[in-house]
């Protein structure tokens, strides 16, 4: 009999669920030392909450989540709750003794981030693990990627392209915790290109040295409150909507320097017409290139040399079904392919194998990885800021 791991959550809507089924569904397909139960889930909304546990398997629920610091029955807990509610939980639970997985990106500041990397490495000398869920590097076309560098099959890199472009920004979407900076700590910026920085630093193996340049924009400065805040009667008895200011980037792109003397450029955006869940990365290597799609997460294009030279030279497109690919063999027959929550499944899996002495797949994201991105994070905003080159030594 496998041992009980025993997770707390907060948080009860997107990545709420994410992270459930994750829980959930992990020991279903993994051959695991412990067994994730499924114990309390912890978030704002009493009415809600009864029937998010009914739904997903949690045994008990709590709108408080300071409780889950000291039961004693919690092995882990795991935090989905908007970027400013990440320190203060995480660094409860890592003083209290649990190991704690935390949403992207790690925190809304640097100032916060850099105290909860502090806390982890304090707890790591109790043995007590963080993670981090950046959970795009658990896309097995990504962790493919991963080991195709590792082995060396493009070279020096030499130019990294990064994107992460959506729609949903629009002058009609809700003002959310998303568009204040004081919840959210920036824009699209934080939100996507937290995952495409841990990506580029995870694939290629490199640190980002410097911002060469960084530039934003703000194209939609007022919306609609949300829910019933949004609404009141105007004098025709009309309903008008109220509105509030948004005071974060839609869109920010940024240039940056590699530990390894390549260039890598990031964009991430909100307001890409057209763009739904646009991810994507390619890598250029002196002999290879690889390419990766979200869109179409079940391949990864490879670019190396052919036997014959040119004339058989082109791009090739890998279907990461095979059960040698990475997770696949706990999965179906090959040539079924994942989605979106295996990734996240792979990740509470990898997480579980880790707290039992496992190593994981690919290397598992914890805070001081956390922490380096929102350093890139924080030096491109500093960047767009002054409107010049910004050097990550000076960004602590
Ligand atoms: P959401 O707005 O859908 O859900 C936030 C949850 O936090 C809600 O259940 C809300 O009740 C709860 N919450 C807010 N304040 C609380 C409080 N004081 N006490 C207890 N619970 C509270 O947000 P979403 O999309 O789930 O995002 C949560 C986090 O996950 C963010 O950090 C976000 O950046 C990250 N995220 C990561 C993704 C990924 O791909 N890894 C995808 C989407 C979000
Ligand atoms: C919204 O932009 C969002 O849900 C992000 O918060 C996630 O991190 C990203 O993976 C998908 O889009």
């Not at 939980?89 to 992207?104: F, N, Q, S, Y």
């Amino acid at each position: 009999m496998a041992q009980p791991l025993r997770v707390a959550l907060i948080g009860q809507q997107f990545m709420g669920r994410a992270h459930s089924n994750a829980w959930g569904q992990a020991a279903r397909f993994f051959e695991l030392r412990r067994a994730p139960v499924l114990e309390t889930v912890a978030a704002r909304d009493p009415r809600a909450l009864a029937a998010f546990a009914r739904r997903w398997g949690w045994a008990r629920w709590t709108t408080d989540w300071r409780t889950l610091a000291a039961d004693e029955r919690l092995d882990l807990v795991d935090i989905a709750t908007p970027n400013h509610l990440h320190a203060a939980p995480a660094i409860a639970m890592l003083r209290a003794g649990k190991h704690v997985a935390c949403e992207k990106p790690l925190a809304a500041t640097l100032a916060e981030a850099r105290t909860m990397r502090d806390a982890a490495a304090r707890a790591a000398r109790r043995g007590v693990r963080s993670f981090v869920w950046f959970n795009y590097r658990r896309c097995p076309a990504v962790a493919l990627a991963w080991q195709l560098v590792q082995q060396r099959r493009l070279g020096t890199i030499r130019q990294v392209r990064a994107r992460y472009l959506q729609s949903w920004g629009g002058p009609t979407t809700p003002l959310t915790w998303r568009f204040q900076k004081a919840l959210a700590g920036s824009g699209a910026h934080g939100d996507l290109n937290a995952h495409l920085v841990d990506l580029v630093r995870f694939l290629t193996g490199q640190e980002i040295e410097e911002i060469h340049g960084a530039a934003a924009r703000t194209f939609v400065t007022e919306r609609p409150l949300p829910g019933r805040r949004g609404l009141r009667g105007a004098s025709s008895g009309r309903a008008r909507a109220r509105r509030g200011r948004s005071d974060v980037d839609d869109c920010l792109l940024f240039v940056a320097g590699l530990s390894g003397g390549g260039l890598a450029s990031f964009e991430a955006s909100r307001v890409a017409t057209g763009h739904h869940n646009d991810h994507g990365l390619e890598l250029n290597g002196e002999r290879g290139s690889l390419r990766f799609d979200f869109e179409d997460m079940n391949a990864l294009w490879l670019h190396e040399p052919a036997p014959d030279g040119r004339r058989s030279e082109g791009w090739r497109r890998i279907l990461v079904t095979a059960a040698e690919h990475p997770w696949l063999g706990r999965w179906w027959p090959e040539g079924h392919v994942l989605g979106y929550e295996h990734t996240f499944v792979n990740m509470a899996a990898d997480i579980v194998g880790a707290l039992s002495g496992r190593k994981p797949v690919v290397p598992l994201p914890d805070f001081a990885a956390g922490y380096e991105t929102q350093r890139v994070l924080e030096a491109a905003l500093r960047s767009v800021k002054a409107r010049r080159a910004v050097k990550l030594g000076t960004v602590r």
